[in-house]
């Protein structure tokens, strides 16, 4: 099963919309889901691993795939070639 990921912020004004599309996307396929705030220690570090730059943006099994809100149907796409 894939391991879904948001590296989200408080302040950021499209992460709201990018975590509502993962957890209705559930309904249509299963995964893991976690959200990440930058601005905690373990998201400081995730975002340093990664290279992340701008919020929000989604990793999947670790990769980063999106940043902002990704379209349904390549999300689709990447999470069932993932399982």
């Not at 989604?58 to 379209?71: D, Q, S």
């Amino acid at each position: 099963m894939a391991k879904v990921s948001v590296i989200y912020a408080q302040w950021c004004p499209s992460c709201p919309a990018t975590k509502s599309f993962w957890k209705k996307l559930r309904n249509d396929v299963p995964f893991q889901y976690e959200e990440i705030d930058i601005d905690t220690d373990r998201g400081r570090e995730i975002a340093e691993r990664h290279n992340i730059k701008s919020v929000p943006t989604t990793l999947i099994n670790g990769r980063t795939y999106f940043v902002g809100i990704p379209e349904k149907s390549r999300a689709l796409q990447v999470l069932k070639s993932s399982q």
